[in-house]
C-alpha cells in the first residue's frame, strides 16, 4: 500500500476528506498512547475502496514508518490478496486503534473509545461494500462479537452496512496451519466484492 487514490466510486473526490481524517489522527492527543508512539498509524489505501480492512493496532513496524500492516503480518496480508486478485485499488487498511500499544498489548476499552470516530468516519467517507474485520479484538470492538474462529467466512449485515468476518493475518505466524483459512476466507471475500 502507497499513498491514496483520489477518486470515489461516484466521482467525487474523497482525497480531502481522507486526509483531513490522517492529519487529525497525526495529531491526535486524546490518550496516552500519543506520549509512547514513534508515529500515528491512520491508514491508507484508496479513497473509493470496495473493501476497508479493520486490524487491532499497529505494530512495531507500523509505529516505525506511520503506515499499516508493513509488518510480518502485513506481508501475509499482501501475499492474501494478492492470491485473492483483490488489487491494492480496491482496498483501504486501517486499525481500531490509531497508535501502538507499548509492547504490542492488546488497545484498552477508552483508547478504542477515543479512536473510534476517526475509524467511522474513514468508513463513512470511503463508503465499501464491505468492512472487512481483521481478527478477534477488531470483532470485539467493532461489533460486540466473540468467537471470531466459530464465525469466521461470514457476511454480517449490521444497520444496513456490510461485515466480513476473518481471522488476524497475525494469527498465522503463530499456527502456520491458519494460513489456508486467511486465503479461503480472502478468495470468498473476493467473490462478493464484484457481485
Do not use: W
Not at 501475509?76 to 500499544?101: D, G, H, Y
Not at 481478527?135 to 467493532?142: E, F, M, Q, V
Amino acid at each position: 500500500m502507497t499513498g491514496y487514490d483520489s477518486y470515489s466510486k461516484d466521482g467525487n473526490n474523497n482525497l480531502d476528506l481522507i486526509m483531513q481524517i490522517s492529519n487529525n489522527v497525526i495529531r491526535c492527543t486524546k490518550c496516552k498512547l500519543c506520549h509512547t508512539r514513534k508515529n500515528a498509524v491512520p491508514g491508507e489505501g484508496s479513497a473509493s475502496a470496495r473493501v476497508v480492512f479493520v486490524g487491532e493496532a499497529p505494530g512495531r513496524f507500523e509505529d516505525a514508518q506511520g503506515k499499516p500492516f508493513v509488518g510480518p503480518a502485513g506481508k501475509v496480508l499482501e501475499a492474501a490478496l494478492l492470491n485473492a486478485n483483490i488489487s491494492s485499488s480496491q482496498v483501504f487498511i486501517t486499525n481500531i486503534v490509531k497508535c501502538r500499544p507499548p509492547g504490542n498489548r492488546r488497545p484498552k476499552r477508552d483508547e478504542i473509545i477515543m479512536c473510534k470516530d476517526y475509524l467511522n468516519r474513514q468508513i463513512s467517507v470511503i463508503n465499501p461494500k464491505i468492512v472487512c474485520v481483521l481478527g478477534a479484538t477488531a470483532y470485539l470492538s467493532l461489533l460486540g462479537g466473540k468467537e471470531i474462529t466459530l464465525n469466521r467466512g461470514k457476511l454480517l449485515n449490521i444497520n444496513g452496512r456490510d461485515y466480513f468476518l476473518t481471522i488476524h493475518p497475525a494469527a498465522t505466524l503463530y499456527r502456520r496451519s491458519l494460513l489456508h483459512v486467511l486465503e479461503e476466507d480472502l478468495l470468498k471475500l473476493s467473490k462478493l466484492i464484484i457481485e
